[in-house]
């Protein structure tokens, strides 16, 4: 793996290439990677790049040690000492690194290595993939705390496991392993710890193998089908299909299923 050029280096994150496949992995083990300002801002900086690097296809996000991410790290805001509008700011980051995971056109898999709880799990749920430790523990324990859910986690977490699960889940606050949360829809699969990085960089790697334009397209039809009519969603698709064949990548699709071979895409 290397460092792609274009990076900066990070406090927070350890940022790495392999292929089209960009990995990064919070980087705050000392902490459980618990969430401060910096981290969100390093995090948007990232996911910012990936976006308009047309050499990054897929993205996998994990966490450094014991954890993918606890949350708030609430022995630094208790000394913070923040105003009421710098505490909105901070929310604010957590909103827009969960809305920057959501709209990138390229997929994003979290790799849930150890605990994923509050703004953690927020950021898992964001992704278009949550894999899971089989022992890796996801919850969200704001109403345990007094606050609330933020992140986009009351929008994606219904349709991931349906109105009564994510009820329960968001009301009460109960943590579940990643063998539960393959039962419920919200990780697609949960392996030994040992084994998640080599599945979730598999599966990016299939991910970044199929056409950038493609599933730039598909990724908000996918997102927004539950918000949209019938008839807008058949006009949003023909407009897709019509865009995709417009592109390189579909001729090359068609003469490499013509040819019998694997196509080689190049996101234009």
Known sequence: MTTPQALPPYSHLIV?????VLTVCLNRPDRLNAVVEALYQELLDVLAIAQRERDIRAVVITGEGRAFCVGADMKAHEGAGRTLFQRRQYLQLGNDVGEAIAQLSKPVIAAVNGYALGAGAEMAVACDFVLMADDAQIGFPETSIGTSVGGGVSK????LVGLAQARRLLYIGERINGTEAVRLGLALASYPVDQLMPEALSLA?????KAPVSLAMLKPLVNRAAQTDLPSQLQQELDAVFTCSTTEDWQEGVNAFAEKRTPEFKGR
């Open 205 to 209: 790697s299939q991910l970044a193998g």
């Open 16 to 20: 790495t290439q392999q292929d089209h």
């Open 156 to 159: 994606w977490l219904p349709q």
